[in-house]
């Protein structure tokens, strides 16, 4: 059994990161106290938070994308292309339930096939999500993670 755990954990690192529940008020407030030890504290954490839906949208964010070997340039296995493409992410902004009046607000970035998924929630529902922990924005007031989902 061990093993098998191993083998999951090796194959998908994600399945065995821990996930901390927490709250987004008070990554807010430790981020207005001091970003700099709040990203520090938070680098690389997989989160788990429950909000009230704010909003939704796409945004557009450019990726590289790296083509190998044979279809790229066939007969020449070690050459390769890079190329920067427009993808568009889905995302959430998400209020702490039990804090609304005071703003403490957390933007949730989705990967583009989770779209539909996240088409599906409006404005007002109540959501778990755990995403990982990216950093701070507009002045440590807004909490960023990325690669999330909808529990």
């Known amino acids: 059994m061990r093993s098998r755990i191993l083998s999951l954990c090796i194959l998908c690192p994600l399945a065995c990161a821990s996930v901390r529940q927490t709250e987004i008020a008070p990554l807010v407030a430790e981020g207005k ?18 909000g009230l839906v704010v909003s939704s949208g796409l945004r557009s964010v450019n990726q590289t994308v790296v083509k190998h070997g044979p279809e790229v340039f066939p007969g020449a296995p070690s050459q390769s292309v890079a190329s920067t493409q427009s993808v568009q992410h889905p995302y959430l902004y998400v209020a702490d339930p039990n804090d609304r009046a005071k703003g403490a607000l957390l933007l949730c970035y989705f990967r583009p096939e989770q779209l539909d998924v996240v088409a ?5 529902t109540r959501v778990e999500l755990t995403g990982m922990f990216q950093g701070y924005d507009q002045g ?4 960023v993670l990325n690669t999330c989902d909808v529990e």
């Open 120 to 124: 599906l929630i409006v404005p007002g």
């Open 33 to 50: 106290a001091s970003e700099l030890a709040a990203v520090a504290k938070h680098r690389g954490e997989r989160l788990r938070v429950t």
């Open 140 to 143: 440590a007031t807004l909490v």
